[in-house]
């Protein structure tokens, strides 16, 4: 039996859209599953494992939620910190302004900042007063403030791989038609089959592997000990969220693909096992947990294409 997980976890840009669309939104749950995020798994660069489909990245899962949900916003990006920051000013005066990548590492109301480490990050930028911006920030901040300069910093997200320009924002959300979160699940199906599939027609760097072939090179990278800041980024924040995503994606597809949602439930399962021996340094369950996860993908994918061709 899968239970609906409740709690604190790094859903940001979710969360922050649910903010920006304020009583339209559906749950933080549904955003995340219509991001395309819990389809796969990928090795990115042959060193990075993310619990993410195949060449996704939050940017895309962004502007597929919004397209899906029926709404749409404005977009602008690059120029100088001024320039994006008085852009922004303007911006807030028309509502709240979803921001993002940001540098984690970089905002300063957060316990242990300070440094720029390449954590993306996404927030709710309310207010542009003088020298202080005002934020909602889903990590645990609500009305937080940051100086303009510091903020713009962080802002420029200078070491977040899949951002391409600078200062990216997206504001002035409007509705274009009513779609129910039932609708827009059952829409978002075809492109969740497209990235479990592996699709070709995303860039992802060099030696970059996905689904079953990312968990077991993940598993062989384990046994031949894992880099530390893999390890640190995956008990801090890898394996939580991946095992959120696909809890969350199997309570969505319950109604629509009964089969496929209990293949999620399992790697929900087996993905939330992993942290504990992540932390405990037991590599040999790691590892063969890896190896579990491997063949449910195409599994999941076996399971939609049925359902789809049943119904």
């Known amino acids: 039996m899968s239970v609906t997980y409740v709690g604190s976890g790094p859903y940001c840009y979710a969360n922050s859209l649910a903010m920006v669309l304020g009583g339209d939104a559906p749950p933080p749950a549904v955003i995340e599953v219509l991001t395309g995020s819990p389809y796969g798994m990928q090795l990115i660069g042959g060193r990075l494992p993310l619990f993410d489909a195949f060449g996704w990245d939050p940017e895309i899962g962004i502007d597929a939620a919004i397209g899906l949900l029926g709404w749409e916003c404005e977009c602008a990006d690059g120029g100088t910190a001024a320039a994006a920051l008085d852009r922004l000013h303007r ?18 109301y957060q316990p242990g900042s300070g440094r720029a480490v390449g954590a993306d990050h996404y927030v709710v930028v309310l207010e542009v007063d003088g020298d202080t911006v005002l934020v909602h920030d889903p990590q645990g901040y609500p009305y937080a403030t940051l100086p303009v300069d510091a903020f713009a910093e962080a802002w420029h997200g200078e070491l977040i791989p899949y951002l ?17 979160p039932e609708e827009a699940l059952r829409c978002s199906l075809p492109a969740g089959l497209a990235w479990l599939a ?18 077991e090179r993940t598993a062989e990278l384990v046994e031949e000990g894992l880099d530390p800041e893999i390890r640190m980024l995956w008990q801090a924040f890898g394996v939580r969220v991946g095992a959120r995503r696909l809890n969350d994606l199997a309570a969505c597809l319950s109604s629509l693909s009964p089969d496929a949602a209990a293949v999620a ?37 076996a399971a939609l294409i049925a359902d789809r061709t049943a119904s």
């Not at 993002?100 to 905002?107: A, F, I, R, T």
């Not at 391409?164 to 129910?180: A, D, G």
């Not at 063949?295 to 994918?301: D, H, Q, V």
């Open 164 to 180: 391409e320009r600078p200062f990216r924002m997206r504001h002035r959300f409007t509705r274009r038609k009513q779609v129910s």
């Open 265 to 301: 439930a399992e790697q929900a399962r087996i993905v939330g096992g992993l942290q504990g021996p992540l932390v405990s340094g037991d590599d040999t369950v790691l590892a063969a947990g890896l190896r579990r996860l491997a063949p449910t993908y195409e599994r999941l994918r």
């Open 198 to 215: 592996g699709r070709t027609d995303v860039e992802v760097p060099p030696g970059t592997l996905g689904q079953a072939e990312a968990a």
């Open 91 to 108: 911006a807030c005066q028309d509502g709240p302004v979803l921001a993002g990548p940001l540098e984690l590492g970089l905002l300063a």
